[in-house]
């Protein structure tokens, strides 16, 4: 029998240790090591045959100029936001991880997916946390097609390689790693070291067979990827999707992708027959009321390959007690709290005995700096009870020293807030376009003294 050994992992950065500590010196991050149990390293047979040529099949040194480079064929998920947030479709023997809150509907997404691409390619669903009858429920009321789709309900990784040998599928579907077990690893399924092990079994397959994996894994309550860091560095594509349980649309972002852009954006609309794609986010996020309300503009963010409007408010009221509330929903909060102060600094506006509440409407996170000017600009509205012309479109970073500074893009930006209809950008000076847009009147500023000026006189 092995020896069984113990290690102690940080379940943040999959740091190992050769005993408990409470700080991982790694990353930092307190109460984060925990011990693991594995096999003993002096152990010969399926552990040492298993990781031998990790990313493929075992290959000779060569030169980097004698690589081929033709282009891997894409599959099309049927669905054109999805194949958007994998950079154009699935990448054969690609490895993706699809995260998300109870209930966002990642079962529900990758089903649809699977069920229409069944009717091309073999693939395979295997359920370790749902009974073979609750999906095939599930299938039958959103009314997809089941003929093709072979499912297998089973937990054991090696009983799951079996089957994909013998089957042969060019898609594989995990539901979900946390509950997979390896069984050379003596740990509880959903622990470190067995999602660990299982994750790297089955994408070692996925990269010697050329079959096209996805894994579906639980999140942590701040909304990151349960499990060991090393999960998300092992896969080729991270995608997460979001969505609250009283909004029906969700957005599937790109965390990682090795095959595409990051921070890729797709809008899907929760609906009886399941997910929908929104071929127009920008459409459902400017869904603004008739009257122009003070504390209310639109910016235009971009997210992955495409510029994409969104409507931010503001509400700046008299504070309520001795300690002024900053509040941000869709944005970081420390960076208001930053640029409040490069308000009172530079803009002349003091707002220390104010609440301020910001929120990006649509439930859409903004991670990008090109949200500066437009925050500020409806802070200003509110402050000021002024209401901003509903056809400005508002972009660009603030600096310190109170300068506006340029971001990517400028010019696909504005050309997009052209296309639905806004008439006026208050843009970085850098940013203006050379030739002049028709129907569209750009005012540049350096200063974010002169965007105050400028909005005062609109």
Not at 121 to 130: D, L, M, N, Q, S
Not at 285 to 297: H, I, K, T, W, Y
Not at 349 to 366: E, I
């Amino acid at each position: 029998m092995a020896k069984a050994k113990t290690a102690y992992v940080c379940t943040e950065c999959g740091a190992d240790y050769s005993k408990w500590q409470g700080q991982c010196t790694a990353c930092q991050t307190w109460n984060t090591v925990s011990e693991v149990r594995g096999i003993s390293s002096n152990t010969k047979g399926a552990r040492g045959v298993r990781f031998e040529g990790f990313a493929g099949s075992l290959s000779t040194v060569q030169s980097l100029n004698d690589v081929s480079l033709s282009e891997q064929e894409r599959i099309s998920t049927g669905m054109q936001e999805f194949d958007r947030v994998l950079g154009g479709g699935l990448v054969e023997g690609s490895a993706v991880l699809m995260g998300g809150h109870p209930g966002a509907g990642k079962s529900t997404l990758l089903l649809q997916a699977v069920c229409h691409l069944a009717a091309s390619v073999p693939a395979i669903y295997v359920t370790g946390e749902e009974s073979l009858q609750q999906v095939a429920m599930r299938a039958r009321r959103l009314g997809l097609p089941t003929s093709d789709l072979k499912m297998l309900s089973e937990t054991s990784v090696e009983r799951i390689i079996q089957v994909a040998e013998a089957e042969k599928p060019r898609i594989l579907v995990i539901d979900s790693i946390q509950v997979m077990h390896v069984a050379d690893t003596e740990s509880a399924p959903g622990s470190v070291s067995q999602v660990r092990e299982s994750a790297a079994y089955l994408t070692r397959f996925a990269k010697q067979t050329g079959t096209i994996l996805f894994l579906v894994g639980h999140v942590t309550k701040d909304g990151s990827l349960a499990g060991p860091k090393v999960l998300e560095h092992m896969i080729d594509c991270s995608i997460l999707l979001e969505g609250s349980s009283d909004s029906r649309y969700r957005t599937l972002r790109g965390i990682k992708n090795r095959f595409g852009a990051v921070n890729e954006l797709g809008v899907f609309a929760m609906l009886e027959q399941g997910l929908k794609e929104v071929k127009n986010p920008s459409a459902i996020f400017l869904n603004r009321g008739e009257d122009a309300a003070p504390g209310s503009v639109v910016m235009v963010v971009w997210e992955g390959t495409r510029p994409m409007l969104v409507e931010i408010q503001a509400l700046v009221d008299m504070a309520q007690g001795g300690y002024p509330r900053r509040v941000a929903v869709g944005l970081d909060q420390n960076r208001l709290a930053m640029l409040l102060a490069v308000l009172h600094r530079h803009g002349g506006l003091h707002v220390s005995d104010q609440d301020v509440f910001v929120n990006v409407v649509g439930g859409v996170k903004v991670n990008e700096t090109s949200a500066d000017l437009a925050l500020l600009a409806a802070v200003v509205s509110s402050f000021r009870d002024r209401a901003l012309p509903q056809d400005l479109v508002i972009f660009g970073e603030v600096g310190l020293s109170g300068e506006i500074r340029p971001v990517p893009s400028g010019q696909e930006r504005i050309n997009e807030a052209a296309k639905h209809g806004f008439t006026r950008a208050l843009v970085p000076k850098a940013n203006a376009p050379r030739k002049a847009i028709a129907g569209m009147k750009v005012i540049p500023v350096t200063k974010l003294s002169e965007a105050i000026t400028a909005l005062e006189e609109l």
